[in-house]
């Protein structure tokens, strides 16, 4: 169910979020977090609050979607939107559309909204602010979530994540490779139990999934990591073999092949936001490799 309430305050939505609970026989629901959406535009709403309801059926949450609507507005105004049952995943979803000056003033709208006891998270599906944690929607989140993927110079965005850093930030691009890691530290705790002495990251030049992944190499291995543009693969080398992982750009399904071994075939799909977003969410302390790794990118060689 969906409904709107145009030209409206904070405490009508309140109430009428209260009143479909009721009409709905849910008096009280169990929520663990408030996840606080900020999308720059119309575009990319839809996907993101698809992301939000698949990854609340892991983790219950209010979801407050705070748009800019039309700044130029000559008086300020409130739209909102309330979206229960199946639209809205295993909680709610309330959309506040911001006009005129009240576009300035998106804390101030959501504060109201906010779950007592419960940590709030902040996700910007798209273009985020320099420093998350000190843009007003960012001090009120514990945990914040950018995504350099859909940024016009991904590489710029997810180099520029570390000068922005503070304890609770991560990138969507972070997740997308978290099995492409368990993998390739897998592959080296096995024999011949040699350290890495370079690496290589291959795959699409706006892919910064590869770029923090070369990040997180440099910041491991005492040797070169070279990031280039060519087939999707990642190789690890040591003096006694040399560890490839690769997929097709499209594929689901990797290959892992060692020097003198079988080759393993192994799932690996590419992630979907909405996986990232759920991965994301089960951890709300700071990501200390994910700082490590951010660091790491200035030491990757980019042919």
């Given at each position: 169910?969906?409904?709107?309430?145009?030209?409206?305050?904070?405490?009508?939505?309140?109430?009428?979020?209260?009143?479909?609970?009721?009409?709905?026989?849910?008096?009280?629901?169990?929520?663990?977090?408030?996840?606080?959406?900020?999308p720059d535009t119309e575009s990319c709403l839809e996907g993101a609050i698809e992301a939000a309801n698949y990854a609340s059926r892991e983790?219950?949450?209010?979801?407050?979607?705070?748009?800019?609507?039309?700044?130029?507005?000559?008086?300020?105004?409130?739209?909102?939107?309330?979206?229960?049952?199946?639209?809205?995943?295993?909680?709610?979803?309330?959309?506040?559309?911001?006009?005129?000056?009240?576009?300035?003033?998106?804390?101030?709208?959501?504060?109201?909204?906010?779950?007592?006891?419960?940590?709030?998270?902040?996700?910007?599906?798209?273009?985020?602010?320099?420093?998350?944690?000190?843009?007003?929607?960012?001090?009120?989140?514990?945990?914040?979530?950018?995504?350099?993927?859909?940024?016009?110079?991904?590489?710029?965005?997810?180099?520029?994540?570390?000068?922005?850093?503070?304890?609770?930030?991560?990138?969507?691009?972070?997740?997308?490779?978290?099995?492409?890691?368990?993998?390739?530290?897998?592959?080296?705790?096995?024999?011949?139990?040699e350290p890495v002495t370079s690496a290589l990251v291959s795959g699409l030049k706006t892919e910064p999934a590869l770029d923090i992944l070369?990040?997180?190499?440099?910041?491991?291995?005492?040797?070169?990591?070279?990031?280039?543009?060519?087939?999707?693969?990642?190789?690890?080398?040591?003096?006694?073999?040399?560890?490839t992982l690769r997929r097709p750009q499209d594929g689901v399904t990797a290959t892992l092949s060692r020097t003198s071994r079988p080759e393993?075939?192994?799932?690996?799909?590419?992630?979907?936001?909405?996986?990232?977003?759920?991965?994301?969410?089960?951890?709300?302390?700071?990501?200390?490799?994910?700082?490590?790794?951010?660091?790491?990118?200035?030491?990757?060689?980019?042919?």
């Amino acid at each position: 169910m969906i409904v709107n309430l145009p030209d409206t305050t904070t405490n009508d939505i309140n109430k009428k979020i209260t009143g479909l609970r009721e009409e709905g026989g849910a008096i009280t629901l169990s929520r663990v977090l408030t996840l606080v959406i900020v999308p720059d535009t119309e575009s990319c709403l839809e996907g993101a609050i698809e992301a939000a309801n698949y990854a609340s059926r892991e983790h219950p949450s209010r979801v407050i979607v705070v748009v800019a609507g039309d700044r130029g507005a000559a008086q300020p105004r409130l739209d909102g939107e309330i979206r229960v049952g199946a639209d809205a995943g295993a909680g709610e979803i309330v959309v506040l559309r911001l006009h005129g000056e009240l576009a300035d003033h998106a804390e101030s709208v959501v504060l109201p909204f906010l779950l007592p006891d419960t940590p709030v998270v902040a996700w910007w599906p798209a273009a985020a602010p320099p420093v998350p944690a000190q843009d007003p929607l960012g001090r009120l989140a514990i945990r914040r979530i950018t995504d350099a993927t859909g940024c016009p110079d991904p590489l710029a965005a997810i180099k520029g994540r570390l000068d922005g850093y503070s304890d609770g930030d991560t990138d969507l691009a972070w997740s997308r490779v978290t099995y492409w890691r368990a993998l390739l530290a897998a592959a080296v705790e096995m024999e011949p139990h040699e350290p890495v002495t370079s690496a290589l990251v291959s795959g699409l030049k706006t892919e910064p999934a590869l770029d923090i992944l070369a990040g997180w190499l440099a910041s491991r291995i005492d040797g070169p990591v070279q990031r280039v543009t060519g087939e999707l693969k990642v190789e690890l080398v040591r003096d006694g073999e040399t560890i490839t992982l690769r997929r097709p750009q499209d594929g689901v399904t990797a290959t892992l092949s060692r020097t003198s071994r079988p080759e393993a075939r192994i799932p690996l799909a590419r992630r979907e936001a909405k996986e990232c977003l759920a991965e994301d969410l089960r951890r709300l302390d700071p990501d200390e490799i994910y700082h490590e790794a951010l660091q790491g990118i200035g030491k990757v060689q980019y042919t």
